[in-house]
Structures are given as C-alpha cells and as structure tokens.
C-alpha cells in the first residue's frame, strides 16, 4: 500500500512537471493579436464579417490601396493610373515583376478576372463595378475600364480585392457561391498570407516571401480565437497575446489603466444613427408612420433636444465619438463640420416647436389638430448600445413634450418593418428606429448613397427624397478631383443636416489594446495621426512596420505555469494523504477475526 | 429537478419531536421567503431606490453608501434591479406553472380516467415530452419564436406539462377502483360528474402539490433561457441580469456584487418553493411521511 | 421474458427516436421556412429564393420532403451550417469529445463525492454535520448551475488567479509533447468539472443519504450489528452496496437534465463542446445546426435511458427473477 502512495505522489509530480509551459518559440517572432469572434470562411465571395475583412485587408492588396495617412489611393497592385479626358476609360498601369504568394505573376488576367467575375457574384463587392461596361488587357501589365458613366470611386474607391485567378479560376462560380471552402495557404499579395485556418483556435499567416514592399519585422501573425471579449481582454493581461483588437466599451477605461498595456481609441466610418420615416406619398402609398415625423421642424426640435454628448458619455461609455452629420469625420479628405450642426439646445427646441404651433396637451405631449408627438422608436436587441441610447433620446425628447415609445425588437425584425413590401412598392412600418452604418475607408459614396431616391427599395431605409441631393450625389460620384467633390459632398451633407432624414448620434470608435512591453513602432494610422495600430480592415501596411521590442529582453509570461504545479503537487499530496489514511485503517480492521458471514 | 431526489431530503424517519419541531421551522423558513419575493414581485418597482434603467456613467463600481449593491455595466443601480428582477421572475415561474399544470392535469384525467387508445395515445405523448431534454426543447421553440415574456411562459407551460401528467394519472388510475367511483357509475353517474365531484376534488391537492415544484422549476427555465439571451429584451429579471452581467464581462472584473444577488435570489426563491412544495406532498401523500 | 422485456424497451426507445425526428421536421421545415432563414441578405432577388427552395427540397410535397429529411437523418446529413458553411455533422462530431469529457468526468466525481457525502450525512443523522451536509447540497441543487460557475470563476480565475477561466487549452500555444496537451487541457478543465459536479452532486447526494437511511433501518442491518460487527464494516460492505443501486440509474436517467446544464455551463467556460455550439447556434439563428445538436441530445437521452433500464436490469436481482 505503502508503493500506491508513492505512485500517487509521484505521478502528480511528473504530471506537474510536465505541465510546466513550454519555453517560448526559440528564434521565431510572433504577433498574437485576439478575437472573440472568428470569420465564417474566408471566402470573399460569400462571406460579409469584420473578422473576414480584418484577414482578407492583410492577405489582398486592392488595384490601389489606401494610404495610411489619409486613406487616400497610392500604388497597390497598379503602379499608377490614368483617367482620360472623357472621364469615362481608366488606364491602369500594374508593377513590373509583381508575384503573387506562390512565385506565379500577378498580371491583368487577375485584374480581370476579380472585377468581372468576383466582384459582381460577390455579396459585398458588386455595387464598386456597377459602372464597369467592360474590361481590356492589352497586356499583362495593362488594365483598361471602360465606364457606363463617369465614376470617382474607380480611383480610391475600387474596393475590390485582387485575387489570384490562377487558384479561384479553376472553381465554378456556383460552387464559390455555395460551400467552396478556400485551399490554404490563401495565396496573397499582402505582406502576410493565410497558412492555417484552424476554426475555433487560430490563424496563421506567414511572411509572403513576394510582397513587393519592406519586409515585416515578424516571422508570423497568428490571430487566436477566445470565447468572448472578456477572455481576450484577459489574455492580454496574462500575455497570451501581445493585441486585442475589439476592446469592449464597458472594459475600455479599465483595461487602460493596466501596466503595460495602452489603449488605442480610433474613429471608423461606422455611425450609430436615430432615422426617420420619410417615405412620401408617391414612393410608398401603404407605408404607416405617425405624419408628425414628416414635418422637419419636429425632427430638427428634436435634434437640439437629443444631447448627443450624453449619449456618447452614458450610452458608449464615452468611448465613441459625437456625430456631426452624416459623413464621419473619419473622412479626412472630404469631411467638413456642418454648419447646422444642432448643438444640445433644449431652449432652442421647445421654441421651434412652439413656433410651430404645437401645443403641450394634458399628458405633456404636444400636438398640432391631429397629430400627437408620440412616435415608436424599434431598436434591435443585439445591440445594448442602441438600446441604451434609445432611451436617454425618449428621456431627453420627454422634455420638449415629444414621446418615444422604445420598441426591442430582433434584427429580422427590424429589417421586415424597413423593408417590406406592398402591392409591389416600398410600405415600411416605423416612425423611426436607431440602428448604424458603415462606410468605405476612403470612398464617401456608400454614405451618401443612403439618402438618394435611387436607393429606396435597396439600402435607403430612411426613404428621403430630394432631386437636388441626388442631382449633387450624381455630380460627386463622377468628380475625380478631390477638392471640386468635397464642396460637393458638404453641399450636400448641408442639405441633409437641413432635412434630417437621418440625426446622427454617434460614431462608432476602433478600441483596441496592446502591450506595450511587447510591441514597438505603434503607429496611429488610417488616417494619421489618430487613427488605430493596424488599419484593421483596411491594409495591411502597418504589418510591415510593428514589430517586437527593440530591447532584447523577451518578455516573461505572467500567470499560467507556476502556481499549477504547486498546485497539482498539493492535489497529488492531499491525494496520497487520504489514500494512506484510508489503506491504513482498512488494515487495522482486517487484523480482527474473522466474522461468520450471515 | 427529480421528484425522487427531493422528496428524499424532505422525508425524514418517523422519530422524534425534534422532527416535527425542524418541519414547522421549515415551513416557516419557506412561505417567509415565498412571501418576501411576492412583495417584491408587486412593490419591487415602487421601492427601488431608482430607476432600474437609468444608466450612469458610474460603470461596475463596487458597493458604496448611494448604491448598496454597487452598479451594472451600464451605470444602473444593481439594487434596484435586483428588486423590480423579482416580478418577471415570480409572473413567469406562476404563470408558466398554471399552464403546465392545468394542461397536465386535463391529460392526465383523461388519459386515466378514459383509457383505452386515448390514454395509450397520450402516455405515449407524455413519454415524449419526459425523456426530451426540456432546456434544448425550450431554447429550440424560443429561438423559432420571437423571445418576449409571453413567448416564455408558453413555452416552459408547454414543455414542463408531462411530470403533472404522469403524476394524475396514476392518482386517477387508483381512485378508478376505488369503490365510491365504482358505485356511482353503476347508479348511473356521467362521466363528467363522476370527473368533477369524485375524481378531481381527490386529485386537486396532488395536483397542488406538484404545481408548486414546476413554479421552482419554472423559474429556473425562465434564468437559464434569459442567460442565454432568450429573454424578453425589454424586461428586467434576475436571468437578463446575470446574462448582462456575463456579456460585460463582470466576472472578470472582479464585480462579484453585480454576480451575487441574482444568482442568491433565485437560489433562495428555488429552494423556499421546493422545500414548501415537499412539505405539502408529505402531507398530501401519506405514503411519504411513513418512512 | 429478459430478452423480450429488452427489446421491447429497445422498441419504445427507437419509436421515441422516430417521434423525435418527426417533430424537428415539423419545427424546422414546417413552421420555419429554412429559406427565409437562410438568405442572409433580406433583400434577395425572387428567383434566388425560388432556386435555393428547390436546392433544398422545398417545392416537394411534404411527404416527399419528409421522407428525404428521414434519408438524409439516417446518414448524418445534418445539413450545413448556416455560419461555417461546414456540415453540420462535422462540428457536432468535433464537439462531442469534450462534452464527453467534461460530461463524463463530472458525473463520475459527482457520483463518488455524493455517494461518499451521503453515506457520511446518513449514518450521522440528525446531527450537525448532516444537517450542514443537507444544506449544502439543497444549495447546489437550487442554485443555477451557470451562477455556480460564474462563482467559481470570480474565486479561482479571477481573485486568485491561479485557474484558467476559460477555454479546453490555452489558445496559441505549441504543445511539445501529448503529456503536455493533456496537461494543458487538465488544467482547464479542473473548473468547468468543478461546476458540473456541483450541479450533480446535491441529487446524488440526496438520493444515496435516503437509500441509506432506508437500509440502514432494514432488518438484515440489526442482524448484522447483532452479530458484532464493527459499525463501519456494516456500513461499508453491506449498506452501501445496497444504496448504490438506485443511484447508478438515477445517474443514467438524469442525463436530461445535465444537458441543459452543460449547455450553460459550456458558455461561461468557452468549452468547445455541444454546447457552445448550441449557444452560438441560438445567437447566429444557424438553425441547421441548432437541428442538429437537438437531434443529438435527444439520441443521447433515448440511449442513456436504454442504457439506465440495462444497467437496472442487470444489477437489481429482483428485477431478473421476476
């Protein structure tokens, strides 16, 4: 009995031991960057996740990328371009000598192929080549668009990757569209590729030996699933990994405060928006909504008396920043602060309405003859953000005598009452709702898109409709001169701060996190100079310049390995107590005489 | 929830005053608790200290004097929410429980007292619905089905129905033979009458007895599938309290006063109605207390 | 009468199974339309939906949809995942070890420390221990299981950080050897078993201390004592034998129960099993695969229910010579 304690006491070292982490990769430097969430497939056909994009941004380089200091068009897969006279044909000119992950040549044929084939049986990338009539390869290093009209997002705004047509050729559209899965390594163009897809553990990417540009200072990127948000930010504690590319707003303040640790808070071309039915009589003869939300008075009252400062504090954390109209300020080259800009004015807005003869009524509410100032406002579920911020706006409203009845619904939900249908038109069935976009890095035309009546029926779901805002999104959308399209564009981002289609609250931050004793050359980019440390989504350019500690001391891990052992030497001592305890009373009784058996 | 495992811990051996004594404490112990949760249930709202949803910037901070149970994730007073919790909680687990239990004991009067194929029809049906796992049933039809508190208390009333079931109509099956049954019938009784004035009123407390094990149940069906994000969206309850908890990542923040209360109230609540609930089946079922 | 009464169990259990494969058809097929679940993007054009309608089935008649559904069924073509694209039985397969594993471990210790605990509480009746012993055990009974572990998690991941708080290995890390990876998992699996034995334990618990009252109190027991034997051998080699038996059923039968738990408890822990599958299922509306792993737990209900009327058959004597 004496050898079974033994055995135990023995085995729970052994096992201790060997529990003891293994040592650090000899000679090979990783950047461990962590996600909650992973992306469905990596196939850029179908799937339509951040997660994807982040991969795909550092795998693919666009015709032309985007700069990381103003997002604007440099040298990608094309070396320059050429718009004609017309505005009409694009000539793109590609690098000599470029190859792609595997040494084949990336030529036109790849250009071709991902504008005419990927891009329009895509899920998210047709609309960037709506006005692509057809396509010529003089030569391999030639690409001419000819356009069905003048079109500035070809330049800047091409937002296609550039795949390798030798790899996803050879499969049949209708299997890339169904349940094709990648083949890895994913050949690239980026400065990492995709070597493993470990779904539910890890990424891996590996330096591409062919990325034409510096070299990145790390041997690989491995992007490392946890359960959710709360692990990764944990993980980054203990130095499991070195970033935390979604901070939660909740933990952004805290996680801050952390030694080693700094945070990043970065704009997006996302915003959080309150919208407002403004379907007329002609787009959408069976759509319902309180007409209240149609006079402009009431929704520009409405927008001095929403403290988008508040909801920022309260309902973000103040992690995200205030909305100013429509475009973000993300948009360097074309954002401009409007002049109606609503400034937290609960005087001002009381007046406004006032003035317009809407009298409180016995319950606080006002109204004007049959209408009432009461309107539903649909926030969706998923969102604790929006639900928060639909609240402090019925909060806020309640003071002007406005009322919103907040309605949580499901995102189905929410999408069946914006976009349904009757007697083959539009018939959508809200007041209003809060819900948010995201736009291109670097193209405004996605955003300013929403409000054109051109949209209605696809993504507008505001329903305004105003001829001279779509006169002046037709003129922008062909203006290849940065400056003549910014006055454009504020032209019209006046005329929609006037309209108040949508009354943008916030815009949504990039919070990431990383440790500062690990990582060094954290630049803030995309756009410079607040913008975040790896241009998540956008390119993959700051990989080349992040890399490890300029001081050679390896960082040690903290946590983990050491307590276990003691640990499991205490669970294997405690166990070869109670065995030697029990065994030896066992042998006490076995020393009586033995009983007759009944 | 075994019906087995719990009557074991309420049957105790016929030995002794101190028994009797522990039982009446018991008793006590249980309705207090039931009782103190009910008054929360209707005045929850009317004491809390503030607004359940009034969101603060003072995020996840820790017990002080103006917040006795410190702050949620989004700057709410965790007493308040915990105090007005108590309603969804209470409605749901009753509400969910009447239905199981009527539903349950019309199947199973019927099923028994009819026999035949109806009943072989409808044991076959109770089976069904005891060997499948209620929790993945319950998340299956609230995923299919918009969450909201309605679609909840119809769905854990719809699935928890078979214990009831099995429960009456074995009662129902002994009382058949019973011979102020038999005798009614040969005086020429319709079924419905014997149904109501003999069968039932003998049934009504069994019935009782195990409505009140499905309301612990019940409630614990409602936390689990508000953790799992199959709540109503626009109600607070001790359940979305722990799933918000979890999603903001409290336990990681060490915020334990956000993570304690809920969980000790619906422990506490369980535990009073089950044990009240045990109590009242010792009494119903004589057979029981014997032992 | 032995084989019959088997296969007649073995019958109800397969019919059982067939009901359940009736109902999900009904639920997932009937009332929701899979396509309109399917689509991800709402605004897809007519002829899309009519073309995925057809790739699915869907414009068969219903007996003719059913029986495909029971052909597809019977060779694991669960259908693919609405979020992987992955079939759906292939993620059910690579989750299915480690809720075994964390399953299987949990119910054994919950089993043992139960059994143990309720051997101690009932041959201590009516004093302290036992009453502290009882309410113990109520408490873990009442408790959530998901609040139990979140407990635990604040205690040992977070105040003492000394456990990993979540995961099956820790993610990123190159493993030099099998021992180990093994390490590594033990590690992380020391407090999810932690909770699902906590959840387990107090039924366990309950049922073995009033089994063993019972015998304790039964006649072959006194004769025993009579005869001078040493309390603790009565205990040990002739009352708890006897206690035992109900007690492995029970644990066969409870397995319904524990898959809610584990569903749960899987979610706080990141455990890549059943049930984080399920728990991203029910957020990803992936209803293919919420299909799948509910057809799956309902097998494995049926099974340990066929499984617990073996085990009782063969253990319990009576039953045989009845």
């Known amino acids: 009995m004496r050898r079974l304690c033994a055995l135990a006491v023995g085995a729970a070292l052994a096992f201790a031991l060997a529990a003891a982490p293994a040592g650090a990769q000899e000679g090979k430097k990783v950047f461990r960057i962590g996600w909650g969430q992973e992306p469905q497939t990596l196939n850029p056909f179908i799937d339509e996740d951040e997660e994807d994009f982040v991969v795909w941004s550092i795998n693919w380089r666009l015709l032309a990328d985007f700069s990381t200091k103003d997002l604007g068009p440099v040298p990608g897969i094309a070396q320059s371009w050429q718009v004609a006279p017309d505005k009409k044909t694009v000539t793109f000119k590609l690098f000599a000598n470029q190859k792609w992950s595997d040494g084949q040549p990336i030529t036109s044929a790849d250009v071709k192929y991902s504008l005419e084939t990927f891009a329009p049986n895509s899920l998210l990338f047709g609309s960037y080549v709506d006005a692509i009539a057809s396509i010529d390869t003089p030569d391999p290093l030639t690409v001419v668009l000819h356009l069905k009209s003048p079109d500035a997002r070809i330049v800047g705004g091409l937002f296609v990757y550039i795949l390798p047509e030798h790899v996803w050729g050879k499969q049949s559209v209708k299997s890339l569209t169904g349940s094709y899965k990648p083949k890895m390594p994913l050949v690239g163009s980026g400065p990492y590729v995709v070597t493993q897809f470990q779904r539910g553990r890890i990424i891996r990417m590996e330096r591409n030996p062919y990325y034409r540009g510096p070299k990145g200072r790390f041997d690989e990127v491995q992007l490392i699933k946890y359960g959710n948000a709360d692990a990764v930010e944990r993980a980054l504690r203990l130095g499991e990994i070195d970033f935390d590319r979604e901070v939660d707003p909740s933990a952004f303040a805290r996680v801050g405060k952390q030694r080693n640790i700094k945070t990043i808070q970065a704009p997006s071309p996302s915003f ?133 009845k907040v309605q949580i619904m499901s995102v189905d939900k929410l999408t069946e009452i914006t976009t349904q249908k009757k007697r083959g038109k539009m018939a959508p069935d809200f007041d209003t709702f809060i819900w948010g976009w995201g736009g291109d890095p670097y193209d405004p035309s996605l955003l300013l898109n929403l409000l054109t009546t051109k949209a209605i029926g ?118 070869a107590a109670v065995l030697a305890f029990t065994l030896r009373r066992r042998r006490k009784s076995a020393d009586e005489p033995v009983e007759l058996e009944v | 929830m075994t019906d087995v495992a719990l009557t074991a811990a309420a049957a105790e051996p016929h030995e002794g005053g101190v028994r009797e004594l522990l039982r009446g404490k018991r008793a006590i112990f249980g309705l207090g608790v039931i009782g103190f949760f009910l008054f929360l249930a209707v005045f929850g709202s009317a004491i809390a200290p503030y607004d359940p949803r009034a969101s603060s910037t003072a995020v996840l901070e820790p017990p002080s004097l103006s917040h006795p149970l410190g702050t949620t994730e989004a700057g709410a007073d965790v007493l308040s929410q915990v105090l007005v919790g108590a309603r969804v909680s209470i409605v749901v687990g009753f509400s969910a429980a009447l239905i199981s239990s009527v539903l349950g004991a019309l199947i199973g009067l019927v099923g028994g007292y009819f026999g035949g194929w109806t009943d072989r029809g409808l044991d076959a049906l109770e089976n ?164 | 009468m032995t084989f019959r009464w088997l296969a007649g169990k073995l019958a109800a259990a397969l019919l059982t199974l067939v009901f359940v494969l009736i109902f999900n058809f009904f639920l997932f097929r009937v009332m929701g339309d899979p396509t309109t679940q399917l689509a991800r993007l709402p605004r897809a054009a007519p002829e899309e939906i009519a073309s995925l309608r057809h790739s699915y089935g869907l414009d068969k008649p219903l007996l003719g949809q059913f029986a495909d559904y029971m052909g597809d069924t019977v060779t694991l073509d669960l259908g ?13 397969a690579h989750a299915l ?73 820790t993610p990123g890390k190159e493993f030099d050897s099998w021992l180990a990876h093994a390490a590594d998992v033990a590690e992380h699996l020391i407090l999810p078993v932690a909770t699902v034995t906590l959840m387990l334990l107090g039924q366990f618990f309950l049922i073995m201390r009033s089994s063993m009252v019972d015998v304790l109190t039964e006649d072959f027991i006194t004769v025993k004592r009579a005869t001078g034997l040493p309390w603790e051998r009565v205990v040990r080699r002739h009352a708890v034998p006897n206690a035992l038996l109900p007690l492995v059923t029970i644990s066969a039968i409870q397995l319904g129960a524990v898959v809610g738990g584990l569903i749960t408890i899987e979610t706080i822990f990141s455990w890549p099993g059943l049930g984080e599958l399920t728990y991203t299922a029910i957020n990803d509306k992936d209803f ?8 799956v737990y309902s097998v494995g209900v049926i099974a340990a229910n066929v499984l617990a009327d073996c085990l009782y058959f063969g253990l319990d004597p009576r039953v045989q010579t009845a």
């Not at chain 1, 100013?324 to 602060?337: D, I, T």
């Open chain 1, 272 to 404: 959080t928006q309150l919208a407002f039915n403004l379907c007329n009589e002609r787009n959408c003869p069976d759509a319902k909504f309180n007409p209240g939300v149609q006079d402009s008075v009431v929704r520009q009252a409405i927008a001095y008396a929403v403290d988008r400062n508040r909801i920022n504090q309260i309902a973000n954390r103040s992690t995200s920043f205030v909305g100013h109209g429509l475009l973000p300020q993300f948009y360097k080259s074309f954002y401009a602060k409007p002049a109606d800009d609503y400034p937290y004015d609960v005087a001002k807005a009381n007046q406004l309405l006032d003035a317009a003869g809407y009298a409180r009524g016995g319950d606080g509410i006002r109204a004007k003859g049959d209408t009432k100032l009461s309107f539903d406002l649909a926030v969706r579920t998923e969102s604790p953000f929006n639900i928060q911020a639909a609240r402090l706006v019925a909060e806020m409203a309640k003071r002007i005598g406005v009322e919103f």
């Open chain 1, 458 to 575: 696809g993504s507008s779901d505001s329903f305004y409709s105003n001829p001279e805002y779509d006169r002046l999104y037709e003129e922008q959308a062909s203006e290849f001169d940065p400056a003549k399209r910014k006055q454009l564009v504020s032209q019209m981002i006046a005329i929609s701060q006037r309209d108040l289609p949508y009354l943008v609250l916030t815009v949504d931050p990039v919070l990431q996190a990383y440790r500062s004793d690990r990582l060094a050359n954290v630049q803030r980019l995309c756009p410079a100079p607040n913008g975040d440390a790896i241009c998540e989504q956008v390119t993959g350019a700051p990989f080349t310049t992040l890399s490890p500690p300029l001081a050679a001391a390896a960082a040690k891990d903290e946590g983990g390995g050491s307590p276990l052992v003691f640990v499991l030497i205490g669970i294997g001592v405690l166990i």
């Open chain 2, 128 to 291: 069904w619905f005891l060997v499948i796992p209620q929790i993945p049933l319950m998340i299956v039809l609230a995923r299919l089905l918009s969450p909201s508190l309605f679609v909840l208390i119809m769905v854990i009333g719809f699935t928890s129905w078979a214990g009831t079931a099995r429960v009456v109509r074995a009662q129902v099956l002994t009382l058949k033979e019973r011979p102020f049954v038999e005798r009614a019938r040969s005086l020429g009784a319709s079924d419905r009458y014997v149904l109501r004035v003999h069968v039932l009123p003998n049934t009504l407390p069994l019935i009782f007895a195990n409505t009140v094990i499905i309301i612990a149940v019940a409630i614990l069906a409602e936390a689990a599938l508000a953790f799992l994000g199959l709540g109503d969206p626009n109600s607070i309850s001790w359940g979305t309290m722990l799933e918000n908890a979890f999603n903001a990542g409290a336990p990681s923040a060490g915020a334990w006063w956000y993570v304690i209360p809920p969980g000790l109230c619906i422990t506490t609540l369980v535990l009073a109605i089950a044990l009240v609930g045990f109590l009242f089946e010792e009494y119903v079922n004589p057979r029981l207390r014997e032992r």
């Open chain 3, 80 to 92: 693919i995942s609405q979020r992987t694209r992955e079939p759906v039985w292939n993620e059910i």
């Open chain 3, 97 to 169: 070890p480690w809720t075994l594993l964390l399953v299987g471990i949990g119910t054994v210790l919950s089993v043992l420390i139960g059994a143990w605990l309720g051997v101690i509480a009932a041959t201590r009746r009516g004093t302290r221990s036992d009453s502290g012993l009882l309410g113990f055990s109520l408490f873990t009974y009442a408790a959530p299981e998901y609040w139990l572990g979140i407990l635990l998690i604040l205690v040992f991941a977070v105040a003492i950080p000394i456990l990993p708080a979540g995961q099956q290995v």
């Open chain 3, 288 to 295: 293919p695969m919420l299909e799948g792993t509910f057809l």
